[in-house]
């Protein structure tokens, strides 16, 4: 089916390791044919050979989101060897750990050059290729911090805060158009994956994904979910949900409450090789293949019961309903009966 769930075409960036990996294993269940971008060669083998594994076919394009052209040029490379792309999921980022006064000029420019322009340039590619079909679906993988900004990642915080206010622009023109293609953004919560490993980082201790933290699976599902499903915005996780809700009602609070918690939240007890490899300008992830998951596993959550709920609230509603209607009906017949 060209247009079903299934032998979609689907282009996944950042799909070397992490999430973007897991994407591409959760579109390969559904028999995707996979366009797989990022810079690490491989990380890319890797993830391709999981993808056949899965039944699914692949090509590995070794792109830097940050080149509009390159990007333009693997949107081309797909539709030639695999047909017109059906999903496109923009997922590649980089980061620092630092606070903002020790920041550089040159780092704010990559990050802002990969973690937002890289989701510009691959959006203006998919457009390209859908709206003369008036067909496709462009995911955004977003996060809590695309609302709430948080001490350490300004770089960061600032591309995902970016990145929402282009898809408002961006879903409003679509809609006036009367366009059929989609964008929808997907705002994800701490993860289990190896970029805590790689990102540049300034912090005494190593960085980790501020708790509770979930599997990259879970986020994977929730972009499946979203690419198939006419919604605006999907939220993955209690905290996401916590974090752009509270931060709306009280944000000086959470000023206060991130200062007082965030820094330490964000570091475990181990101390930092400041040394280390980083892959802010050049791939680690081009001799070594990192995988999907980092290594919080034995602290990583393998379910949200707030996306199960969301993805299903509208029989959850329905239900409701007919438990409230059933309740009204039961009190009547006793005040009848009592009568």
């Known amino acids: 089916m060209r247009n079903g769930k299934t032998n979609q075409v689907v282009v996944v960036t950042g799909a070397s390791a992490g999430l973007g990996r897991a994407i591409a294993h959760a579109f390969a269940r559904e028999g995707a044919r996979i366009g797989l971008v ?20 692949a090509i590995v394009l070794p792109v830097d989101v940050a080149d509009a052209k390159a990007v333009d040029a693997a949107a081309a490379a797909v539709e030639e060897q695999l047909g017109p792309i059906d999903v496109w999921v923009n997922n590649a980022m980089c980061s620092v750990f630092s606070p903002v006064k020790e920041m550089q000029p040159d780092e704010y420019k990559r990050v802002t050059e990969v973690t937002y322009l890289g989701f510009v340039y691959g959006s203006l590619a998919a457009l390209k290729r859908m709206l003369p079909r008036d067909h496709g679906v462009i995911v955004q993988v977003g996060s809590a911090l695309a ?11 600032a591309s995902k805060h970016a990145i929402q206010g282009f898809c408002d622009s961006l879903r409003s023109e679509l809609l006036y158009d009367k366009s059929k293609v989609r964008v929808v953004m997907v705002q994800m919560p701490a993860m289990n994956t190896p970029q805590f490993d790689w990102v540049k980082s300034r912090l005494p201790h190593k960085a980790q994904p501020v708790p509770p933290i979930y599997q990259p699976e879970v986020a994977a599902g929730a972009v499946v979910y979203a690419a198939h499903n006419d919604r605006r915005e999907v939220y993955v996780g209690g905290p996401t949900v916590e974090a752009i809700v509270g931060n709306k009602i009280a944000p000086a609070f959470a000023d206060h409450y991130l200062a007082w918690t965030c820094v330490d939240a964000q570091q475990t007890s181990e101390p930092e ?40 609230r509208n029989w959850l509603a329905a239900a409701a309903i007919v438990l409230l209607g059933a309740g009204v009906t039961a009190l009547m017949r006793r005040e009848f009966a009592e009568e």
């Open 38 to 57: 990022a810079r690490g060669r491989a990380g890319l083998e890797g993830a391709k050979r999981e993808v056949q594994q899965l039944g699914a076919e």
């Open 147 to 157: 609302y709430r900004g948080i001490p350490l990642q300004s770089a960061y915080c």
């Open 273 to 312: 090789n400041p040394n280390r490899p980083n892959n802010l300008f050049e791939p680690v992830d081009d001799k070594v293949d990192h995988g999907t998951h980092g290594r919080f596993d034995s602290r990583s959550r393998t379910f949200s019961l707030q996306l199960w709920a969301d993805k299903n």
